[in-house]
């Protein structure tokens, strides 16, 4: 394709006296003759410098220009643009929020590069935000652009070579560290390179899906799952055998789904994998939860839990017996929390015994059991086992039949700390379950110290979060949630001038997030603490309404209203509230 001339800039650079006009015409036979950019030929010959130009060409062209200073590249939007359409227009995508793709461009004279975009936009149903970039900028993204891809196009390049000489690739025994991981088998490598890829993009879990024509990765990013990377079919089977190995589950077995786990060192940390293995029609689906020793050490406050409910939740760890429930559904957190409520309880003077179907997070001085079904190691047969073995401290996965439920009560009742989790959709909700679970109601307020229920939202970046002023609508959600919260609170945060909220950068997100408005995630809680008041009410006319007045009583802080002081305090956005819980909601 010939290399477009900009004429429009060539006529300011000589109106502003920086080329003259005979200049201009040998410069553009030179960017003719040497394949090149008209602005690269200016750059390489001194005339202007890379920056100065990129400023003429945003008051020139009346286009933002981005820098990858202050902008990370998405890495789902790097995949949206074929590598030949972005080396052929010069054009590449560097974020995308909902149904805007920011693309960042060279020439925004060149034709055939606006006919390409106008194309993608409506073949993907997608608004075009275009943005102008420097030379250096342009090659370091497309670099980026390439990196997954091109590391694992690389490593293919020599399994296509092997596999047509007839050769398999040599798979290695489980190693520990990431240089073995990525040794010289293709496969090896390719896997190795999705795993690291993952770890730095601060995933928390990698799908690898089989479908009839291709093989789709995907990383979990805060909560969203991202489509990472695409590979071809005949890869599957050896990306599976792959993992197989590293997790030592049977390589002959597809169908039936299988769990296992690995260890590797990444940036001079250890980091373990949960994998699990399913059937489908299409082959087996691999899923990795990417388990991080970073998140297992984020104390309480860090998670999210503060004020009022961080306050009752360490006061019942002081307790010496009764039970910490902990709900929400699977992905909330609860392990997490759980994890860290572990490690501060955990000192030389008491014995820890956790029973974990599988164990998330390895904690130093904890001692961690893993329950297997298959050979009967069931919850309730392991509760049994651990009540044998002297502890202080249970903590049981999860609560999942009628014989663990009245084993943990009995713990509890017998001068145990107990943690756990259920699966209700709310505080409120942990005593009915209970209930409903067998477990007699004189029972549960000498053994339930506390219910804690908790959601995870996105965080907002905090270098480029964008401030505003709330409008009538989203005043009155904050009005409304602020009068149901206690007189401390209403002092504390109620205003009658309206309120300076948070919203995401979508237009222009900064580095530090990696152009997604969002890093890292938080969760919103409620506590509800075990009073007489609550015992009567269990005892007799056990009733959602009369918890609910309770609850409100003792000065609860509902998920809702947790997520509305984090929104107050610039954490979250109202938006992501509103996404995850309901204004109603335990209320």
Not at 493 to 518: A, D, L, W
Request: net charge negative; glycine share 6%; aromatic share 6%.
């Amino acid at each position: 394709m010939p290399i477009v001339i900009p004429q429009t800039l060539i006529k300011e650079l000589v109106s502003r006296n920086i080329l003259s006009q005979p200049d201009a015409d040998s410069l553009e036979a030179a960017a003719k003759s040497q394949d090149k950019d008209f602005g690269q030929i200016l750059i390489a010959q001194n005339i202007i410098s890379d920056d100065d130009l990129l400023k003429i060409k945003s008051e020139l062209y009346k286009l933002p220009a981005m820098s990858l200073e202050t902008v990370t590249p998405d890495k789902e939007a790097l995949t949206e643009f074929p590598e030949d359409i972005v080396a052929l227009y010069k054009i590449a995508p560097f974020g995308k929020h909902d149904s805007t793709m920011s693309v960042a461009v060279l020439n925004p004279e060149d034709i055939g590069a606006l006919e390409a975009l106008k194309f993608i936009a409506q073949d993907k149903n997608i608004t075009i935000g275009q943005y102008l970039i420097s030379y250096k900028d342009f090659e370091a993204l497309t670099k980026t652009y390439g990196s997954l891809t091109g590391e694992v196009g690389a490593a293919l390049e020599t399994y296509g070579q092997d596999t047509s000489a007839g050769k398999t690739p040599v798979e290695e025994e489980l190693s520990g560290k990431i240089e073995e991981i990525t040794a010289e088998a293709p496969i090896t490598k390719v896997v190795g390179a999705i795993v690291r890829h993952a770890v730095e993009s601060r995933a928390s879990d990698i799908h690898i899906e089989p479908f009839e024509d291709r093989v789709r990765i995907r990383f979990r990013i805060d909560g969203v799952l991202v489509a990472t990377l695409s590979l071809p079919k005949n890869l599957h089977s050896a990306i599976v055998t792959r993992i197989k190995i590293l997790t030592e589950l049977k390589i002959d077995e597809t169908r039936l789904a299988q769990d296992g786990r690995f260890s590797t060192t990444l940036n001079k940390r250890r980091v373990d994998f949960r994998v699990s293995t399913f059937p489908t029609k299409n082959g087996e689906k691999v899923v990795m939860r990417i388990l991080d020793p970073l998140t297992n050490e984020v104390d309480l406050p860090e998670l999210g839990l503060e004020g009022r409910s961080l306050e009752i939740v360490e006061k019942m760890m002081g307790k010496p017996f009764g039970s910490i429930l902990i709900t929400g559904p699977t992905g909330s957190g609860k392990s997490t929390t759980l994890a860290s409520m572990l490690r501060r309880m955990n000192s030389e003077n008491v014995n820890i015994v956790t029973l974990e179907d599988p164990i998330e997070y390895f904690v130093d001085g904890v001692n961690q059991s893993q329950v297997q079904e298959e050979i009967g190691y069931t919850f309730a047969n392991g509760l049994r086992h651990i009540l044998r073995q002297d502890p202080d401290i249970i903590m049981v996965g999860e609560i999942r039949d009628r014989e663990t439920a009245s084993l943990s009560i009995q713990a509890a009742l017998t001068g145990h700390i107990v943690l756990s989790t259920l699966h209700t959709n709310d505080a409120m909700g942990v005593v009915p379950r209970l209930v409903d679970m067998t477990v007699e109601r004189f029972l549960i307020p000498p053994t339930l110290n506390a219910a804690v229920a908790q959601r995870l939202l996105r965080r907002l970046c905090q270098t480029c979060r964008l401030e505003t002023q709330a409008n009538a609508g989203e005043v009155k959600i904050i009005n409304d949630a602020l009068a149901d919260m206690s007189r401390e609170y209403q002092d504390k945060y109620f205003s009658k001038s309206g309120y300076r909220i948070y919203k995401p950068n979508t237009q222009n997100p900064c580095k530090e997030c990696g152009g997604k408005s969002y890093k890292g995630r938080i969760a919103i809680f409620e506590v509800l603490e075990m009073t007489d008041e609550l015992e009567k009410i269990i005892l007799t006319t056990l009733s959602e309404s009369s918890m609910r007045q309770e609850a409100k009583r003792q000065g609860m802080i509902t998920m809702f209203q947790d997520g509305i002081l984090k929104i107050l305090n610039g954490v979250i956005s109202l938006e992501e509230l509103l996404d995850v819980a309901e204004a109603g909601e335990s209320t």
